[in-house]
């Protein structure tokens, strides 16, 4: 049950996201992309909208009895809606490229919605109970416009919308005209100042003011913010460009004169010896996978050629597959560091240079259970291998020299182990 109801959340959530995420999929440091789908979204609302106006003007409708004009605005609605559905489509997805027919979508988008507000309005003011409601869908229709973050479609048309809320207030909500008559207009006014219905209209259009202007305020903060985090992605991507560029280049370099170490041999072999050196120590077995992978991750180095990505939007995908080569890059360098440190304290004890500073040296790079088992595999494969230094020892002699010499850079346990099962790994040696 409780996974049901999770797939059926996520995938709610996946819907909500196709429809009515203003993000989604979109670059938003591309702002005609950005706008694009902003105005796909706010068509979506749009689509919704009328579908519920539609449903409430047909319901109004039928309960009214005012017979054939009750049905005008409910039939002129579909029309209506159906041209200005199609106007913004062939807006919108003619050319997703224009920025000039995305922001011409974006302005009959936002008059619209006023627009329709007002129809509703309009059908529902005269009756009782319902002016109240109607009127809060002309401040809905302004939260949707907000939805575009755009300060300059706000200021542009808060002239126009006061004109006509004022316009609506005068014409429909108290029906002046009515009130006038047998006035002239100097003498009305007068009058009209000191009523309650003018009181009703001052509230209401400084309450609309007021809204208007908090609204405003979230829509600059917004916008603000919206332009920085579009600066910040732009360097971010900069930082990443360079950032591959460099860390490619280095990866480069330092691998250009490891091919001796990535001998797939050598490592298959350091794998299975290591598998069971692990095993003989009681290494857990979260740790021996992790020693397993780690054996040949320097094997993987062709995973690591391509890091500098080819492609030219950035998005969430590509930033996780640069951190994912990037730790592998890493994990590969630190492979070979330890595959370095075997070679280097091999030479060493052949050449006689081993000492008490080296030795000191070479402890402190990479001291783990795992880094010790490879280790120790990898010297006493190195002892008994044929290398431009030295020629490969027997059995006996490299068990001497590894327990004697070189056990200062392993864990006594491991040694220990090592040399308790040494038949065991002379047979694997020969055997391999």
Known sequence: MFFKKRSLTSMSQSVFSKFFGFEEGVDVTNDVALLVRRNIVIKNIIFVSNILYGIMLFILSLSSTGGVTDWVITVLAFPVTFMINQILKRLIYSDQEDKTKQSVAMYVAGFYMF?????????????????????????????????????????????????????????WTFNLQQAAEGYTVFEFIPLFVQTNDFQDIALRTLLFILFYFVVYAIVSMGQY??????????????????????????????????????????????????????????????????????????????????????????TQSTYQKLKEKTELGSNIAKRLQLAQKCEEVIRA?????????????????????????????????TLRELRSYKRPMNHSQAMKILEGDLSVYIDDRIIERFVKF???????????
């Open 115 to 171: 627009f329709s507000a007002i129809l509703i309005y309009a059908r529902l003011y005269s009756i009782p109970h319902f002016e109240t409601g109607a009127y809060i869908l002309i401040y809905y229709a302004i939260v949707v416009i907000s939805l575009y973050q755009d300060k300059q479609l706000l200021s542009s048309s808060f002239t126009t919308l006061i004109i006509l809320l004022t316009a609506i207030h005068l014409i």
């Open 225 to 314: 913010m919206q332009q920085e985090r579009k600066l910040e992605l732009i360097r971010r991507r900069q930082v990443q460009s360079d950032f591959s560029h460099i860390v490619s280049d280095l990866f480069s370099v330092v691998f250009s004169e490891s091919d001796k170490r990535m001998d797939q041999r050598h490592a298959m072999h350091i794998r299975e010896m290591s598998m069971k050196l692990a095993k003989d120590i009681g290494l857990t077995d979260l740790k021996t996978k992790e020693l397993e992978w780690y054996t040949t991750v320097h094997l993987k180095f062709e995973e690591i050629k391509d890091l500098i990505t080819k492609e030219e939007t950035q």
């Open 349 to 381: 004890y052949i050449e006689g240079t081993n000492n008490d500073s080296f030795i000191t040296n070479m402890q402190s790079i990479q001291k783990s259970d795992i880094a010790d088992v490879i280790l120790c595999v990898d010297m006493y494969l």
């Open 422 to 432: 040494q038949d065991e790994y002379d047979i694997m040696f020969k055997n391999f």
